[in-house]
């Protein structure tokens, strides 16, 4: 399923999701690059050779355009992902994730699925790194888990 007929069939209200419809297609995999890079950085050059082998071009005007967004930021040459361009690039791979018709957990304040939030009790399954909440914190570290476990437990008794 294609981003954008995920978005025609659920409305998300996080500033992800909003920043998320300012980015094309191809800017969002200008994104994706970026932030998968996790702090290894790329240089421009690098990620026009790399965007070039999947068919994006103007990467130069998608890197613009994030920047102005302040989704990414470059420091000394290598571009990166900032704490909300993380966010971004977490929110649209939970999308891409996402079967056919899933409503998919969304993010909380102070999160972003890439550096640790707040605690949470309620997990929420971030797509993006399977096993793991949107606070960045493991399945089995969420006390709605543990009761989910304890009820499993009693029915089969």
Same mark, same amino acid.
């Given at each position: 399923?294609?981003?954008?007929?995920?978005?025609?069939?659920?409305?998300?209200?996080?500033?992800?999701?909003?920043?998320?419809?300012?980015?094309?297609?191809?800017?969002?995999?200008?994104?994706?690059?970026?932030?998968?890079?996790?702090?290894?950085?790329?240089? /421009?050059?690098?990620?026009?050779?790399?965007?070039?082998? &999947?068919? +994006? =071009?103007?990467?130069?005007?998608? @890197?613009?355009?994030? !920047?102005?967004?302040?989704?990414?930021?470059?420091? /000394?040459?290598?571009?990166?992902?900032?704490?909300?361009? &993380?966010? +971004? =690039?977490?929110?649209?791979?939970? @999308?891409?994730?996402? !079967?056919?018709?899933?409503?998919?957990?969304?993010?909380?304040?102070?999160?972003?699925?890439?550096?640790?939030?707040?605690?949470?009790?309620?997990?929420?399954?971030? @797509?993006?790194?399977?096993?793991?909440?949107?606070?960045?914190?493991?399945?089995?570290?969420?006390?709605?888990?543990?009761?989910?476990?304890?009820?499993?437990?009693?029915?089969?008794?």
């Amino acid at each position: 399923m294609r981003r954008d007929e995920t978005l025609r069939m659920t409305t998300y209200g996080n500033i992800f999701q909003l920043l998320l419809e300012r980015v094309s297609e191809d800017a969002g995999w200008v994104l994706q690059i970026v932030h998968n890079t996790r702090g290894a950085g790329l240089t /421009e050059a690098e990620l026009v050779a790399e965007l070039d082998q &999947a068919r +994006v =071009s103007g990467v130069q005007r998608h @890197l613009k355009n994030l !920047e102005d967004l302040g989704l990414v930021v470059c420091v /000394e040459s290598i571009w990166k992902t900032t704490w909300t361009g &993380a966010g +971004v =690039s977490n929110w649209r791979t939970q @999308l891409l994730s996402a !079967e056919e018709g899933q409503t998919v957990a969304e993010p909380r304040e102070g999160e972003n699925g890439h550096h640790p939030g707040p605690e949470c009790n309620e997990f929420r399954a971030a @797509l993006f790194s399977p096993g793991y909440c949107w606070c960045c914190r493991p399945r089995n570290k969420h006390s709605s888990e543990a009761i989910k476990a304890a009820e499993r437990l009693l029915k089969q008794r």
